[in-house]
């Protein structure tokens, strides 16, 4: 995609608001702040800096085979720009990925965005209230700076012995390279989370033979993906219809919280599902008691697949039933002692969500660093506004996430949030910037809710913080209580007069 032409490096190009990532949150951010524009209001200008050269965040990155989502089409796209012709209930994320590149084009975003251009440096300027915001390509000065980065961005590979002095080949999910000869490889295939049991079926059927490193069992259940129908695919093209189809998911995955909360009934019922998915699927009960998680079902992501347990039995595959703990030229050690010679590596092994690495390059009020700030662990108002970082709007951030939800609804949640400010910045020229209490009180009642929830119920997972073993990726309660409690920007919190509303368009 082509964006607009970066400045050279010694100007500074003065901007309103600044979004940094063009994926799912930036561009929707963007669209929403063009549509405000179109229909009268005055947002001011803003730019998106995009450190690749094409929209799409983690759509664009992750192009492993198999890659798909497991939130149905419907409701994982925008609920202003809702789509008539998805082709699955779950997106492939091929689809996903031309979906948000017509977004760009179709809503006028190609002129805002600039590509190649990697935050690098990002800090608040006290005396002109302004964020000063570099990248290898130029220098910008905005009022409003808005972290739609991402936290499945920044892919994590283990530290593994001898890794460096690894013979064959290696890369991760997040970042696949399409010209990985595959053909009769041996495979070593390290996880067993989403991107892994998306991949698995496709590495079985391409390659000569795949190890699976499993350091813990995943809980599958069935994903019972299918094409629409030629009728289906009619009465979509009704606006309405797709809106009620919307509405309908929405609420049947939010009917799934209470197993979060670890309702015996509910959270029963899943264990049920998952135990028979796994019992129809294998047969032979050693193989299923290797399968078997020991942990509680949901404390991990409960992952969605028809193809992984078959994959798992395919002659070519053998489950190594832990973890990767070293290399030896083309021999991967186990922890068990086993010993796999292999020609590719493959780290299915996740992201750094917790610790983003952009929180070290982001300088507030007094000089605070954003990952000093979130030194034990992430945190943020209304989960989206962080103490000496004024006028900084962190989307898809601390406690923004859910287990069991659409991420696109919690997204949305949180551009009416920043809508909401950016009009009372319209008003007033103080910088908005969170008193202390409010963020205690706010990560305080969290903290709260969450601890009865299964994701802190003893598993090792990534919504929770490894050092202070708070939950600080996931929302810990309904989607539709997250935007009930956050939907709303209120001046009040700030300790500043609301200002006359003059609505938005
Ligand atoms: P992940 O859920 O963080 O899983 C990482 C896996 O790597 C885990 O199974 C982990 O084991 C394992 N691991 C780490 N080090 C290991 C080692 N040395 N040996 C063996 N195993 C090791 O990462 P992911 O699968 O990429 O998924 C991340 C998130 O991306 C998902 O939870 C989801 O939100 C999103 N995603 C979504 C979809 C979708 O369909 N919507 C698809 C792909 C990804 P432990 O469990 O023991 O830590």
Known sequence: MTGSHAPTPQEVTEVDTLIAG???????????????????????????????????????????????????????????????DWTHVFPSGAELQEYLRECAREEGLLPHLRFGEPVTDARWDEDAA??????????????????????????RVPSIDGLDGFSGAVVHTAAWNAGLGLGGARVGLVGTGASAVQLLPELARRAGHVTVFQRSAPYVVPRGDRAYDESELALLADPAERDLLREQIFWDAEAAFPQRLQVPEAIGALRGRAASHLRAQVADPMLRARLTPDYEIGCKRVLLSDDYYPAIQSPNVTLETSALVGIDGSTAI??????????????????????????????????????????NGMRAYASTVVHRFPNLFVLDGPNASLGHNSAVYMIETQLEYVLGALEYLDESDAPLDIPLAAEDDYVAALDAAARDTVWLSGCTSWYVDDRSHRLTLLWPGYAHAFRERNGTFDAAAFGVRPVFSRGRG
């Open 22 to 84: 063009a994926g799912i949150a930036g561009l929707g951010m963007g669209i929403r702040l063009k549509r405000d524009a179109a229909a009268g209001a005055d947002r001011g200008s803003f730019l998106i800096l995009e450190r690749a050269n094409d929209v799409g965040g983690t759509w664009r990155d992750n192009v492993y085979p198999g890659v798909a989502c497991d939130i149905p089409s419907h409701l994982y796209s925008y609920s202003f720009r809702t789509k008539p």
């Open 130 to 155: 302004r964020w000063l915001v570099t990248t290898p390509a130029g220098r910008y000065r905005s009022r409003v700076l808005v972290s739609a980065v991402g936290r499945l961005s920044e892919p």
């Open 334 to 375: 186990a922890a068990s002692g086993a010993r796999h010679e292999l020609d590719v590596l493959v780290f299915a092994t996740g992201f750094h969500a917790t610790r983003p690495p952009f929180a070290e390059l982001v300088t507030g009020r007094g000089g605070i660093r954003l990952a000093e700030h979130w030194s």
